[in-house]
Nanobody
Framework: QVQLVESGGGLVQAGGSLRLSCAAS????????MAWFRQTPGKEREFVAG????????YYADSVKGRYTISRTDSKNTVFLQMNSLIPEDTAVYYC?????????????????WGQGTQVTVSS
């Protein structure tokens, strides 16, 4: 059974940092692209950052570029999202996702498995 479990969310002041983790199990995740999405109430889930199967390619939404860093350690089946210089607009539930294949994409429909989400709240 494939499972993704996020952790690391919480409440932080604007300008602060958080590091999200996604622990994966149930498949060989080193073969698949991984990504982080986020969602706020009343809005569609949006792509935040993605990383290719090898870790050699990353891609970021314009809204987080230069502030967020995605990385992975396949030996531990874990994906991270380092979030710096947080702003109130970053407040959302953050989801980890595993792609159906190895290619990196921003399309939500391309991702087959999802975690339960972790809340990130940035206060002003």
């Amino acid at each position: 059974q494939v499972q993704l479990v996020e952790s690391g969310g919480g409440l932080v002041q604007a300008g602060g940092s958080l590091r999200l983790s996604c622990a994966a199990s149930g498949r060989t995740f080193s073969r698949y692209a991984m990504a982080w999405f986020r969602q706020t109430p009343g809005k569609e889930r949006e792509f935040v950052a993605g990383i290719s199967w090898s870790g050699g390619s990353t891609y970021y939404a314009d809204s987080v570029k230069g502030r967020y860093t995605i990385s992975r350690t396949d030996s531990k089946n874990t994906v991270f999202l380092q979030m710096n210089s947080l702003i109130p607009e970053d407040t959302a539930v953050y989801y980890c996702a595993c792609d159906r294949g190895s290619g990196l994409t921003v399309r939500e429909g391309s991702y087959e498995y999802w975690g339960q989400g972790t809340q990130v709240t940035v206060s002003s």
